[in-house]
C-alpha cells in the first residue's frame, strides 16, 4: 500500500468503526497514571511485561522499533522516572505535567515535544445561557528516535481507538515514532471539523430563533452570549496550532521521518479549513448578536410609538373635560341644550381622525 493510501486509511478508520478503547483503567495493569505501554517492531505490537524500564533497554539494544508510552494526568512524581528513562527536558515534563499550554512544538535535542489542544462537543437537548457547547483538554507528544511517550489532561481525547486503528495497519506503524505523532496531529484535527459541524447546528437554531416572526418565544440573549464564549474556548484551542503543524511540514528535526512531514502539510490544509470556519462562526454570531439588539431597539421603537399615539388620543378629551371641568359661571356652553352631545361629538371626532393619522402612519 502506498504512503497516500496508509495515511487515508489510517483517518477514515479513525473516524468510524468498532472500537475498544483500550485506556480504560480496568485495562490499565501498569499503574493508575499509566494508560498503555506497547513496543512495535516492524509494525507489529509486542506488550512490554517486563517493564518500561526493560521495553526501552531491549529496543536500544536492538536498535529496531519503538516504544509507545501513554500516560493520563501524571503527577511530577509519577513522571520523574519516565523522564529520567527518556531524557526528557526538565521544561517540558514541567508544562506536560501542569498543562494548560497553548498548542506549541519544541525541539530539545533529539526529543520533539508537541502540545494539543483536544476538544469535543458537549451534547444538550437545548442551548440556554449556562451550556457548555465545548469541552477541552490537553494532549502533550513526546517523540523521540525510539519512543513516543503521550501525556493526556481532560476527560476526553483518549487515543485507545487510534492506537487500535494504527496497529490495523502495521506498515504505518513500521514507519517509527513520527508516524504516530503524524496519526494524532490528524486525529485532533479530525476532532476539531467535527466539533465545528455540531456547534454549527446550535448557531444555525440560534439564528432560526432570533429571526422567528414576531409572536414567538423571545430568544435569551444568554443564548448567544454564551455560544459566542464557548466559540471563543474552541478558536483558542485551534488558531494556535497552525504555526506549530508549519513546523512540523517545513522544519528539519531528525525526528520526523522526511516522508512523513510531507502530509503534515495535509493535517495543515484540514486545519486551515476548521479555522476559517471558526472564525466564519464568530463574525456570524457577532452578527446574530447585534441583529437580536436591533430587533430589540425596534420593538421598544414600536411600544413607544404606541404609547405616544394612545396618549395624544387620550389627551383630546382630557383637554376638554379639564376646560369645562373648571366651573365658571359665565361658560355660554352650560346651560346650551345642546351642549353636552355636541361636546361629545367634537371629542369623538377628534379622536377618530387622530387616530386615523396614526394608523396611516404606522404608530397603531
Known amino acids: 500500500m ?26 490499565s495493569p501498569l499503574g493508575s497514571s499509566v494508560v498503555n505501554c506497547v513496543v512495535y517492531r516492524g509494525g507489529v ?30 503527577t511530577t512524581e509519577q513522571i520523574a522516572d519516565v523522564a529520567e528513562l527518556f531524557g526528557l527536558h526538565p521544561l517540558a515534563v514541567e508544562d506536560a505535567v501542569h498543562a494548560h499550554q ?16 483536544t476538544v469535543t462537543y458537549v451534547e444538550h437537548e437545548a442551548l440556554s445561557a ?36 494504527l496497529e490495523a495497519l502495521p506498515e504505518q506503524l513500521a514507519k517509527g515514532p513520527s508516524a504516530v505523532l503524524h496519526a ?20 444555525d437554531q440560534v439564528e432560526i430563533d432570533v429571526f422567528a416572526p414576531r409572536g414567538s418565544k423571545p430568544v435569551d440573549p444568554g443564548r448567544i452570549y454564551q455560544l459566542k464564549r464557548e466559540l471563543l474556548e474552541l478558536k ?32 495543515a490544509d484540514h486545519l486551515a479549513r476548521v ?16 441583529a437580536h439588539l436591533a430587533q430589540v431597539t425596534v420593538a421598544q421603537n414600536e411600544d413607544m410609538r404606541r404609547i405616544t399615539a394612545w396618549a395624544a388620543i387620550i389627551a383630546v378629551p382630557t383637554m376638554v373635560c379639564g ?9 355660554p356652553e352650560l346651560r346650551w341644550r345642546f351642549g353636552y352631545p355636541l361636546t361629545l361629538a367634537v371629542i369623538t371626532a377628534a379622536c377618530v381622525l387622530i387616530h386615523r393619522g396614526f394608523r396611516r402612519n404606522g404608530w397603531l
Open 2 to 27: 502506498s504512503m497516500v493510501g496508509s495515511l487515508r486509511k489510517v483517518a477514515r478508520l479513525a473516524r468510524g468503526g468498532r472500537r475498544v478503547d483500550l485506556s480504560h483503567p480496568a485495562r
Open 45 to 74: 505490537r509486542q506488550e512490554c511485561a517486563e517493564g518500561v524500564g526493560e521495553a526501552v533497554r531491549r529496543v536500544r539494544k536492538q536498535g529496531d522499533g519503538f516504544v509507545w508510552l501513554g500516560l493520563h494526568e501524571p
Open 102 to 117: 497553548r498548542p506549541k512544538v519544541e525541539q530539545y535535542e533529539d526529543v520533539l515535544f508537541a502540545v494539543f489542544k
Open 130 to 165: 449556562v451550556s457548555e457547547v465545548v469541552d477541552t483538554g490537553e494532549l502533550m507528544v513526546f517523540t523521540g528516535p525510539d519512543f513516543v511517550v503521550t501525556v493526556r489532561h481532560g476527560r476526553h481525547g483518549s487515543l485507545g481507538p487510534l492506537r487500535e486503528t
Open 184 to 203: 494524532i496531529a490528524d486525529h485532533v484535527v479530525d476532532e476539531y471539523l467535527a466539533t465545528a459541524d455540531a456547534v454549527q447546528s446550535d448557531i
Open 236 to 267: 483558542r484551542a485551534v488558531v494556535p496550532l497552525g504555526r506549530p503543524l508549519h513546523l512540523l511540514s517545513t522544519g528539519t528535526s531528525r525526528v520526523v521521518d522526511p516522508e512523513i512531514r510531507a502530509y503534515f502539510r495535509d493535517v
Open 275 to 290: 479555522t476559517e470556519q471558526i472564525q466564519g462562526f464568530d463574525g456570524l454570531v457577532d452578527s446574530i448578536l447585534q
Open 323 to 331: 376646560v369645562y371641568g373648571m366651573n365658571f359661571t359665565h361658560m
